[in-house]
């Protein structure tokens, strides 16, 4: 049994252009799991081809355990028919742009258009990342203007470096967490037919809290 008696399952996926990153930071973040007794990653330099699938489980601050279900786009416009096809069973999207690479971060809005015109806007949370950050003498995407673009989006930002293990976990963790406060406030709910959120042990649904209760660890 898990602690608190519950255990979800979240759908995320890494979207954005090719090469920023997304693979790099997905393994990063899968190798930094407890336990996990794996070398440091490369950094990946093979191009996805259509969707890949990591894993990763954590303790979320509220209470209950959650599998992280991570799937892996490809950024390559040729792979765009396979990798739409999997963002109505998702729950939370980071969406990546490279800070070195200018028309990764014009084409955000793009990625983030294409979520939102399959899911509507009611079911995922993003969070906008700006990979690379340790490079920073190539720059050319500000801290400022991305913060601007995702608060224009009406989702966080954060900046991340898969070479430097920087706010690596605290990125997924970010989006993780914002997943969790959704479901309890009742915004993002449970459906039979949709996999971007499961239980996937105990069978008590969580109510969003009315005046009377108070949020806090699941009590199933
Ligand atoms: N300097 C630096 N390079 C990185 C970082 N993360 C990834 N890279 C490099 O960026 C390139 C692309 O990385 P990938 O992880 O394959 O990018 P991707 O977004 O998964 O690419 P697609 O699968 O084609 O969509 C590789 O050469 C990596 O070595 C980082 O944090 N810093």
Redesign the pocket.
């Known amino acids: 049994m898990e602690a608190g008696g519950c255990r979800y399952q979240f759908r995320i996926a ?1 979207l ?12 990063r973040y899968v190798a930094g799991a407890p336990g996990i007794l794996e070398p440091e990653p490369e ?6 081809v259509g969707v890949e699938f990591y894993s990763r489980t954590l303790q979320l601050r509220a209470g209950p355990r959650v599998k992280l279900q991570l799937w ?5 416009e040729r792979f765009r028919c396979i990798t739409r096809s999997f963002y109505r069973n998702v729950v939370g999207v980071l969406l ?1 742009f ?1 800070v070195t690479n200018r028309k990764s971060f014009e084409h955000i809005q793009d990625w983030h258009q294409e979520v939102m015109a399959t899911q509507g806007p009611d079911k995922v949370i993003f969070l906008l990342v700006g ?5 920073q003498s190539t720059r050319c995407v500000s801290a400022q203007e991305a913060e601007e673009l995702a608060a224009s989006l009406g989702m966080a930002f954060m900046e ?5 293990n920087c706010n690596v976990d605290l990125a997924f963790n970010t989006l993780t967490d914002a997943i969790q406060q959704a479901l309890q406030q009742g915004d993002i709910k449970l459906e039979e037919d949709w996999g971007g959120v499961r239980l996937t042990q105990n069978t008590q649904i969580p109510r969003p809290p009315s005046s009377t209760q108070h949020p806090g660890p699941c009590k199933c």
């Open positions: 890494l954005g252009d090719a090469a920023v990153g997304k693979t790099s930071l997905l393994r950094l990946e330099s093979v191009p996805t892996d786009t490809a950024g390559q990546v490279d990979h690379k950050s340790d490079l991340t470096s898969a070479k430097n």
